[in-house]
């Protein structure tokens, strides 16, 4: 595995591991809802720290099977996660996680106010068995909390040692420069965006990533497979078991004729070369962001570990710049289904 400076000193894989969508189990639990398979996600988690992979993404609210945040299935990954890692060596890894879904039914069970994100950083340590956290990222902007308020108390809890670096996830491009530079103000380590960014889905080549570069931030992007979509399996029609029969959503953003189109010749190019199509969706970005100069990291789901073996092989392959011109052809006839809209940050 290789591994790269990341929006300073911090050296992280080629490759994160995102916990949002772990293995799920066949069973459902009281709620009906589909239990995540403990055991092989635990299994997951370890091989790809087995195979060099440091980096590994959670958030508060993700539960491991569903899409959206419930507050009954809240913190669960996370609980996962720090099974996953018992007895192995904590500073050898490098752990994100994010705060600001709703936690709680109450008025202060969400959000990026103080005191929501001092309880949330302690009980996501508490879930994870760690004593520190080496990114916290602010999941969604808050509107209803001045930022300067947030960024403070995350300056607060570097000051405790329970946070390394922070940074945002999903905020408007145009409050980026201020969220920067009101933390470099306060000597806060503001070091990370983290993104949606695929080759159906470029929209942040355009902001986030000039940005990035002129700010010296790192980059995570999430659903770097257009959550499974760039690995063809949904070619002919939703296989059983995949994320699209029991995530709905997947199948009115992205399974539509001009997409499926796009993605029959992906998958043409990948078979040309003799990979795996989620191979080359990955080597796509990795060599888009050099290409761009910006320290891009794909964060990969798996629901097994083969799939996981087979996209951390991604890291070794090489394009050419005549296959991303052709790859780029290629991007610009999907259509996908999915605006980008931002909540605004309030300043004090
Ligand atoms: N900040 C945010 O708001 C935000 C939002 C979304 C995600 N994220 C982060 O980004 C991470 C990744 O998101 P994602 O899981 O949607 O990413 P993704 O990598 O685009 O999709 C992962 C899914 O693709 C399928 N897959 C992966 N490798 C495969 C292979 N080699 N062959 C066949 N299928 C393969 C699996 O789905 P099947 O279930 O079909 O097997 C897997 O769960 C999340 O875990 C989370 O950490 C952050």
Known sequence: MEYI???GGLRVSRLCLGLWHLPPSSEVDQYGVPKVDEEASVRVIRRAIEMGINFIDAANVYHGVMQGPDVRH???AEK???RAIEGLDRES???STKVRGRMADHPNGEGLSRKHVMWQAKESLRRIGTNYLDIYLMHRPDPSTPIEETLETFSDLVRQGLVHY?????FAPEDVPYIVSFSREIHLPFTVLQEPYNLLEREIENDKLPLAEVLGLGVMAYIPLAQGVLTGKYLDGVPKGSRASYVPEISSRYLNRETLEAVKEFHGVALELGVKDAQL?????LTKASQLNVNVVPIVGATSISQLEEDVEATKIKLDKELMRRLDGISRKAKVNWTVKYDRITRR
């Open 5 to 7: 400076s990341f929006g």
């Open 74 to 76: 809240v913190g669960h």
């Open 80 to 82: 996962i996660l720090g």
């Open 93 to 95: 890894l490098v752990i």
């Open 166 to 170: 922070v940074g945002a996830s999903y």
């Open 281 to 285: 969706a990955l080597a796509w970005m």
